[in-house]
């Protein structure tokens, strides 16, 4: 089992970056896919990017294609969202997710992931 505790999240003006992380402590963090996703007031949990366990293989959503970077870190246990180019349209709860099924690819379907963090909130205002 592992734990994921996402931080970085905060308001920010339209245009401005912010670097979301998330750690992982429990099992070695390897083993795990990752992915983030996002929840906007109102609306169903949206993917955002996934990484493969070896940080090379990564998919992102068209609407942050361009703007956002995910990686990891895998001796620090950490995966990284860099969001840069931030719109109001961005603003969310946002979620790290581990996927424990040994895939060497990237997991974009949120119901394939097992652990789950408790979000962290990111509003850009313009």
């Known amino acids: 089992q592992v734990q994921l505790v996402e931080s970085g999240g905060g308001l920010v003006q339209a245009g401005a970056s912010l670097r979301l992380s998330c750690t992982a402590s429990g099992r070695t963090f390897s083993r795990y896919a990752v992915g983030w996703f996002r929840q906007a007031p109102g609306k169903e949990r949206e993917f955002v990017a996934a990484?493969?366990?070896?940080?090379?293989?990564?998919r992102y959503a068209g609407s942050v294609r361009g703007r956002f970077t995910v990686s990891r870190d895998n001796a620090k246990n950490t995966v990284y969202l860099q969001m840069n180019s931030l719109k109001p349209e961005d603003t969310a709860v946002y979620y790290c997710?581990?996927?424990?099924?040994?895939?060497?690819?990237?997991?974009?379907?949120?119901?394939?992931?097992?652990?789950w963090g408790q979000g962290t909130q990111v509003t850009v205002s313009s």
């Open positions: 990484l493969s366990r070896n940080g090379v293989l990564t």
């Open positions: 997710a581990a996927d424990d099924s040994g895939t060497s690819y990237y997991v974009s379907e949120g119901q394939r992931y097992d652990y």
